[in-house]
């Protein structure tokens, strides 16, 4: 199951493609819709699939089976250069001895455009990526995030309709890349390109992307919008991919069409909506830490025995806004909880070798079956 597909959604179609190096499949049997104007990440650790994927649409690597069609063309048998497709790379290879006007400049040249229309074309991709004053300059006068930028005006400038981004921001330290993911995007949308991602980079990816595949052995897991694939994701690999996750193996012991109730090892879990299951399967319940409320009294509710239980602080970390705890549980298994400092100061706070209760509402878990 899918995330919802925006309308127009095969702008580009991957059909059932296949890659095979030898006795190694590195993309086996994808199908993915993708709109115009989207920007669509492939999010992925190494060797997934993802880069052969994105070469594949790039024209660097030919399907061993499968289509790809973009924009009702069939891409098959086009070399690169003939493909209305522009990549950025991770180096953005830059060519050193060009200006940032000649960079730019670069690829029109060699379509041979009018000098006029280069010019004009040119100056609009500067005025874009706001890099008019530094159109002079060499890249190596260019800090990482103004490098990236003429990269990124230099495969906008043959008006691509489909851009390809190769690890967009990895050569960037951690603020930088932070404070250019939202300025990427801006640009992006405001060309109205239709733009396709690869990343290993979850965080990336939740930022940048209206959507988000998530591939592993050269297979889709799951597609979906970020908040689809965080939330409710379809497997234990996407749950324990995407961000922080507490998995709690468990049995299925009361089924009811809007409840179930989950034995785990440590506790017993209450989930406010049905699943597709019968009582005695193995599950796997997905607990994101941040909906986990940590106290030191035992909470008393409605869910009661449900939905919470008690362990040892036995690491703690202090990120401003919110605190990280791991509490270990009574066979030893630990817990990870995220909670907001909501106050300045709070009263008795808990510490290292505090005892301690978790606990969270009927609607935080994710019940998994595969």
């Not at 580009?12 to 819709?33: C, P, Q, W, Y």
């Not at 990343?199 to 939740?206: I, S």
């Not at 965080?230 to 995407?242: C, L």
Request: charged content about 20%.
């Amino acid at each position: 199951m899918s995330g919802a597909v925006p309308a127009q959604a095969d702008f580009l179609r991957i059909e059932d493609v296949v890659k095979d190096f030898g006795s190694t499949i590195a993309v086996n049997h994808v199908n993915l819709s993708i709109a115009k104007g989207e920007i669509f990440a492939l999010l992925g650790s190494s060797g997934c699939g993802k880069s052969t994927l994105l070469r594949m649409l790039a024209g660097f690597e030919a399907p061993t089976s499968g289509r790809i069609v973009l924009n009702g063309q069939d891409l098959a048998g086009l070399p690169p250069y003939e493909r209305p497709i522009n990549m950025m790379f991770q180096s953005y290879a830059l060519f050193p001895h060009l200006t940032v006007w000649d960079n730019i400049a670069f690829g029109l040249r060699r379509d041979g455009m009018a000098r006029d229309a280069i010019a004009e074309r040119v100056g609009q991709m500067l005025k874009l990526v706001q890099l008019d004053k530094y159109a002079k300059r060499k890249p190596h006068q260019l800090s990482g995030g103004q490098q990236q930028r003429v990269a990124l005006a230099r495969s906008l400038a043959k008006r691509p309709q489909l851009l390809l981004l190769d690890e967009p921001l990895g050569a960037l330290d951690k603020k930088l890349r932070e404070e250019t993911q939202i300025e990427l995007v801006n640009i992006i949308e405001e060309v109205g390109v239709t733009c396709v991602m690869v990343t290993h980079d979850q965080e990336e990816a939740m930022t940048m992307a209206s959507r988000i595949a998530v591939m592993t052995e050269g297979r889709i897991a799951q597609v979906g919008t970020p908040g689809e694939v965080y939330e409710t994701p379809h497997t234990r690999f996407v749950a324990d991919f995407i961000g922080n996750v507490n998995l709690m193996p468990g049995t299925l012991v009361d089924d009811q069409p809007e409840s179930v109730v989950i034995q785990c090892a440590n506790c017993s879990h209450y989930v406010g909506h049905g699943i597709t299951g019968t009582e005695g399967m193995a599950v796997t319940v997905a607990l994101r830490p941040e909906k986990i409320k940590v106290t030191r009294e035992e909470p008393v509710g409605p869910n009661d025995p449900h939905n919470k239980v008690r362990g040892t602080v036995k690491e703690m970390a202090y990120f401003g806004s919110f605190t990280v705890y791991r509490l270990e549980l009574a066979d030893g298994s630990m817990l990870k909880a995220s909670q907001m400092n909501a106050e300045r100061h709070a009263e008795d706070p808990l510490t290292w070798g505090d005892e301690a209760w978790a606990s969270w509402s009927p609607s935080s878990q994710v019940v998994l079956t595969q």
